[in-house]
C-alpha cells in the first residue's frame, strides 16, 4: 500500500461541488452550529453564481445543493437545479420539507433533481420539537407523503426520496420507528448519520453514540435492521456500511483522518463565495477565518483549488498534525 504524502497540487479539476445555496433555514435545530453562531451574513447564490461558479469545471459530474441553511428558501434553486441537470450532473440535497408545498414538490419533480434526503431524527412530535427546535413533524410528513404520491402519479419519477436521522442519545430509542415511518410515507431509504458535535446544545460528546454504544443501543439498532428488511426499507449510514457499523467502528491510527479523500476530490463553497474543504469543517474548526482557502466570487474556482492557501492545505493534511477542522475526523465525528 502506497504510503506516500499525496501532492499538494492536483492535476484534475474536482468533478464533485458542494454549494450552500442559502444559510437561511427555517429550523432551530439544536445539533446545528447555525442556531448558535453566525459564521457568515446571510446570503443566497442566484444562477448568474452558480453558472460562474461552474463555468470553470466541465467535468463536473455531482453538485450537491445544501450546507448550513435550508435549500427551498432560495427562490433561485429550481431553475438552479434544471440548470446544473441540463450540464449533465447528478443533483441533490438535504431538507429538512417544512416548505415543501405542493406547488414546490412539483417543480422538484420537473427541474429533475436526482434526490431529495429529508432530514427528521424523530419519530415523534416531542423529540422532533427537542432536537429540530421547531414543532414542524405532522407538516414535514404530509409534505413527504406527497411528494412521493406525486412522483408515483407520475411513474416513479425522481427525486429518490429518502429520510436523514442524526442518531444521537438524544433520538436513538425513536429509530426502529423512524423506519416504520419511512414505510408509511413512502420512503425506499433511511440514512443513520453520526453526530457531529462541537459542545453546542445537544452536540456534545456525551450524547455521541461514536465508538460509545452501550447494549442497549446496540438492540435497538439491530431492531431498525430487522424492521428495515421486513419494510423492504434500505437502511445506509455513515461511511457506506451498517448503522452499527458506522458508530460502533471508525478509523484508527495516529492519523485517522487519512483516509479522507475530499482534498483532492470536491470543493465546498458558502452562499457568500468562500470556498472550504467540506461541509464538515465549519461545524467545527476553531479558526472559521483560517478555514477558508479562496472566495469563488472573487477568482474563479478552478485558480482556487489549486492556490497557495489549497496547497498549504492539503500540506498539512498529509503530515502529522491535521488542520484545524480535521483533527477530530473519523475519531470522534463522521469521516
Known sequence: MDTSPRPAVVPTLPRSLYLEVTNRCDSA????????????PPADLDLGR???????????DRVVLHGIGEPLLNRHLFDIVAFLKARGARVLFNSDAIGLTEPRAVRLIESGLDELRVSMDAATRATYRRVRGVDRLDRVVANVGRLVALE?????????????????????????????LAARVGAPEVHVQRLVWNGLGLATRANSLH?????????????AEARARAAGIAL???????PLASLADGPSGARPW??????????????NGNVLPCCISPWVARD????????????????????????????????????DPCRGCGRLWSL
Open 29 to 40: 435545530c439544536q445539533t446545528c452550529l447555525r442556531t448558535f453562531r453566525t459564521l457568515e
Open 258 to 271: 487519512a483516509g479522507c479523500q475530499r482534498p483532492w476530490t470536491l470543493a465546498y463553497v458558502t452562499a
Open 152 to 180: 408515483r402519479a407520475r411513474g416513479g419519477a425522481p427525486p429518490r426520496v429518502s429520510l436523514w436521522f442524526t442518531a444521537s442519545r438524544a433520538n436513538l430509542e425513536e429509530l426502529p420507528d423512524f423506519v416504520g
Open 288 to 323: 472559521y477565518a483560517g478555514l477558508v482557502l479562496g472566495n469563488a466570487f472573487a477568482e474563479p474556482l478552478e485558480v482556487i483549488w489549486n492556490g497557495e492557501r489549497y496547497r498549504r492545505f492539503r500540506a498539512r493534511f498529509e503530515s502529522d498534525v491535521a488542520p
Open 236 to 242: 445506509s449510514a455513515s461511511g457506506l456500511s451498517t
Open 50 to 60: 452558480v453558472r460562474a461558479l461552474v463555468a470553470g469545471l466541465p467535468a463536473l
Open 211 to 223: 465508538r460509545a454504544l452501550v447494549e442497549r443501543e446496540r438492540g435497538l439498532l439491530a431492531e
